[in-house]
């Protein structure tokens, strides 16, 4: 859904905006951040929403950088730490073991902005 990324992308040029100027620097670059394959956001989506979120803003020109991040787990069955680049998981890739914890591969971070004076 369009909506979510665009509140994400709104979220992520305030930040950007507040920290460009909190620091005294004139224009965002660049944004890049980290998302997780299984964190609801979609790729997609959340480029046009920045696009367009970002007009009349300090970062109007800015790119967005996207890292992707797999799924990692852990199994409770067999103990083997897994990754995989599907964005659900239903069992261990190891075992088949249907009791895990996922460990990575939801989250969505700000990991670097590029700014200029």
Do not use: W
């Not at 992707?68 to 659900?88: I, K, L, T, Y």
């Amino acid at each position: 859904m369009i909506v979510h990324e665009l509140s994400v992308a709104m979220n992520m040029i305030e930040m950007a905006e507040s920290a460009c100027v909190e620091q005294g620097y004139s224009r965002v670059e660049a944004v890049s951040i980290r998302v997780g394959r299984a964190s609801g956001i979609m790729r997609d989506a959340l480029v046009f929403a920045f696009d367009c979120a970002k007009a009349g803003t300090l970062a109007a020109d800015a790119r967005l950088d996207i890292e992707d991040v797999p799924v990692g787990g852990a199994c409770n069955d067999c103990h083997a730490e897994f990754s995989v680049e599907e964005a659900f998981v239903f069992n261990c890739p190891a075992c088949g073991g249907k009791s895990f914890q996922i460990t990575s591969g939801q989250e969505l971070h700000i990991v670097e902005l590029e700014v200029d004076s």
